[in-house]
């Protein structure tokens, strides 16, 4: 029975399967690749260890992907210090990113959401390029991220992380672990970051990162009981996150509300309750029925400038999900529910914007797999919501294995969304541009709903290169939007404008990797990617403003031998060299306010040292942008703040120059 319920526990949370040599004993066979993608896995599925994430600062989710080449890292705006993720040259709204599959950064949370869940925490996390699984939803258009947090059954004791950087960020990280029963267990987690000091390394009168605090609590309790067959996790959190930035004099209890300094801040409460249930039919482990619940409550209050933004989500989300097979194993299908709430209330300066959106949706998602080279998964769903109307959702993802060690894969379908305007573009707050939204006959603030098809094709080829192991691969994806919220930036500098596409806008993307075992325990990745991403805009085609079309990718892990006590020396250096970008229109400005049509190119380089001690502790010091590349001009209009041609949001590369940080981990097993 056990064995059954390790299986179901595989298919209620879709965690992929690599393969695993059976050991008689506890002993080390082969290290573990930080980074793993499987060749019998249908999608295009790339797996983050937690072994990757130890490789950088990984301070939250945000930074988990440094190291990892399908996933670009940038800064939002030159005053938060946000960093946004983009996947096919697409912004994180059109990615899927889910927490144990349930939908996490959505709506009110998709501007800091990915800076709430710390790095600690996560035990694993999933990328999928391309249209994700119809169990997950419809919303999904360029991929899904789905993370994988440490589960209550397999935590240690306790663990101690402190990290504290030259840019006065410091954090600290516990977690606490104990089985209550033989069936119950549980975690605590506790987080906290601080920035406290002011830097202007610009010397542009505006602080380089805000100042800020955030406390972030989660308890987990798991069930475990194998003769019933019967799994449950039961999640609580709540999170605390306050930020302030602006110009260096700015003092929010005597300047907030005037134009004596220009300042901003930006606070969030969030508190979560998630449940799981799943089920294995007693003498059928191939049949399983899943119920994922989950209640959020994202309160952000803040303010930029004389600019206000408020923002309160409410939101329920129910998904039941039944797996059996159909004849045979080879035959395997998911059906089931699932229910969407979400309570707006929205207000831009005077104006409200609050609204409720509900759905209800069925899915069916068939899986042919013959456990040798071929596999399909085929799936639907329909849904109806209160705003979108009634539609249906086809994706399919095929799989060949051509010959051994080689894997070609195949991807296709639909993806639908409402675009929440205000709260993923609240760069543009920090200015002085005039919100205009053109369009008014749609049911979301007067837009109709964003509908993209996606089609993609990857290829992978693992062979041996001078007696040691490579692998090489490409992948090239399309993403053809029938519809989408045009963020124009285009027309002019003291203006940003909402419309519906009237055209075509088109992402495409194109990713070459090779990745080579130098030596032992000297390994070496690399990639070249390539980015097609242009929208017809009313002025005209243009590039997607601060998208590189060209970027190169590179990097090197070396770790020694294990030695006495599990002593080790861990050594990692990441190389970006970004391409020039497409910057918005500033022609209108004053000669001192003006950007040049294209940014120039540039490089970065990451690199971290770890020294393990011992199993139980270890210390790591490392550095980001070494090279002190920074951006020339970073906040349009700095002299004069609450004029006409103040912008914040046009920052295409780092705003701080080098940053280097020094941190402890300290266990009990």
């Known amino acids: 029975m056990q064995k059954k319920l390790t299986l179901f526990v595989i298919i209620l949370f879709s965690i992929p399967l690599f393969s695993q040599e059976k050991l008689n004993e506890v002993k080390v ?97 999933q990328i999928t390029k391309g249209t994700g699984s119809v169990v997950n939803g419809y919303e999904s258009i360029s991929g899904q991220i789905n993370t994988e947090l440490i589960k209550p059954i397999n935590d240690i004791p306790f663990f101690l992380n402190a990290y504290g950087s030259s840019d006065s960020r410091f954090e600290l990280n516990t977690h606490f672990n104990r089985k209550i029963s033989d069936k119950w267990s549980s975690s605590l987690f506790l987080h906290g970051n601080t920035r406290v000091a002011k830097t202007d390394m610009n010397n542009d009168g505006f602080l380089d990162n805000p100042l800020t605090k955030q406390i972030n609590i989660l308890n987990r309790y798991q069930y475990y009981n194998a003769e019933k067959g019967l799994v449950s996790f039961i999640n609580f959190r709540y999170m605390n996150d306050k930020k302030q930035t602006g110009e260096l004099d700015f003092n929010p209890d005597k300047d907030k509300g005037t134009t004596n300094y220009w300042g901003s801040e930006i606070n969030t409460e969030r508190l979560d309750v998630a449940t799981k249930v799943g089920y294995v039919f007693k003498d059928l482990p191939y049949q399983s029925i899943g119920f994922q619940n989950a209640f959020n409550s994202h309160n952000q209050q803040s303010y930029f400038g004389l600019n206000q933004y408020n923002i309160k989500q409410s939101s329920y989300y129910s998904n039941l999900i039944f797996n059996s097979i159909i004849s045979n194993t080879m035959n395997k299908f998911a059906a089931g529910l699932n229910f969407t709430y979400d309570k707006y209330q929205e207000f831009v300066n005077i104006n409200d914007y609050s609204r409720i959106d509900n759905s209800v949706g069925a899915f069916f998602e068939y899986t042919y797999d013959n456990a040798d080279n071929f596999s399909i998964i085929l799936g639907g769903r329909i849904d109806n919501h209160n705003r979108l109307g009634t539609f249906l959702t086809p994706r399919l993802h095929v799989r060949y294995n051509p010959w051994e060690k080689g894997v070609l894969r195949f991807s296709a379908g639909r993806g639908k969304r409402s675009a929440n305007i205000f709260a993923e573009n609240q760069q543009l707050f920090a200015s002085s541009r005039t919100f205009d939204i053109l369009d008014s006959n749609g049911k979301i603030y007067g837009l109709n709903p964003e509908i993209a098809w996606n089609y993609g094709v990857s290829f992978s080829q693992k062979f041996m290169l001078f007696g040691k192991s490579a692998d090489a691969g490409f992948d090239f994806y399309s993403t053809d939007f029938q519809n989408q919220v045009v963020v124009d930036v285009m027309q002019s500098p003291q203006q940003v404008l909402f419309y519906n596409l009237n055209g075509k806008s088109v992402a495409n993307s194109l990713q070459l990797e090779f990745n080579y075992e130098i030596l032992d325990h000297l390994n070496f990745r690399s990639a070249y990617k390539f980015y097609d991403v242009r929208t017809d805009y009313i002025s005209g085609n243009y590039q997607k403003p601060l998208q590189a079309k060209h970027r190169v990718f590179g990097n090197l892990e070396y770790e020694t031998h294990i030695g006495e006590k599990g002593k080790q020396w861990k050594f990692d250096c990441t190389f970006n060299w970004i391409g020039k970008q497409q910057l918005p229109n500033t022609a209108n400005n004053p000669i001192n306010d003006r950007l040049p049509e294209f940014s120039p190119s540039y490089s970065l380089m990451n690199t971290q040292i770890t020294r393990v001690f011992s199993a139980t502790f270890e210390v790591y010091v490392g550095g980001e942008n070494i090279g002190n590349y920074t951006q020339e001009k970073v906040i349009l209009g700095s002299d004069n703040p609450f004029g006409p041609n103040f912008d914040t949001s046009i920052v295409y590369a780092p705003v701080f120059g080098q940053m280097y940080y020094a941190g402890l981990r300290f266990k009990i097993k």
């Open 29 to 125: 066979i082969k290290k573990q690749k930080g980074i793993q993608k499987s060749f019998t896995v249908t999608g295009n599925t790339t797996l983050i260890t937690s072994k990757e994430l130890l490789k950088a600062a990984c301070c939250n989710l945000a930074e988990s992907f440094e190291t990892n080449p399908s996933i670009d890292v940038s800064f939002s705006d030159a005053l938060t210090g946000t960093k946004q993720i983009k996947m096919l040259g697409l912004t994180s709204p059109y990615l899927m990113i889910t927490e144990e599959n349930i939908p996490s950064v959505r709506g009110a949370s998709q501007a800091y959401g990915l800076s709430f869940t710390p790095g600690t925490w996560v035990e694993s996390i």
